[in-house]
């Protein structure tokens, strides 16, 4: 059974910087180096958005808010996805999930809490 754990996350004053991670397990080397990876962050009484995905081609995706500040990537090595999170505004206020996507199986993080004010 894959599992994905979140970690990184916490209280950050705007313009600050985080760096999130998640630990993946479960998993075949190939089928992880093949799968498509994400972050998804949800605010309060909204619903869950995609922010970043990666690819296996090595391409990218982001959402328009996060262009220019996020920065998904992936050590297949480690079996680690990460998300680096700079100028950080108050609307980033979220609990982020990292998902990954193979071929086989899809599987979510319990979620991490990223809270940015002053």
């Known amino acids: 059974q894959v599992q994905l754990v979140e970690s990184g996350g916490g209280l950050v004053p705007p313009g600050g910087s985080l760096s999130l991670s998640c630990a993946v397990s479960?998993?075949?080397?190939?089928?992880?180096?093949?799968?498509?990876k994400s972050w998804y962050r949800q605010a309060p009484g909204k619903q869950r958005e995609l922010v970043a995905t990666?690819?296996?081609?090595?391409?990218?995706y982001y959402v328009d808010s996060a262009k220019g500040r996020f920065a998904i990537q992936s050590d297949n090595v480690r079996y680690r996805v990460f998300l680096q999170m700079n100028s950080l505004k108050p609307d980033d206020t979220a609990v982020y999930f990292c998902?990954?996507?193979?071929?086989?199986?899809?599987?979510w993080g319990q979620g991490t809490q990223v809270t940015v004010s002053s």
């Open positions: 998902n990954v996507r193979s071929s086989t199986a899809e599987a």
């Open positions: 990666l690819y296996n081609n090595g391409l990218t």
């Open positions: 479960g998993i075949a080397s190939r089928l992880f180096s093949t799968s498509t």
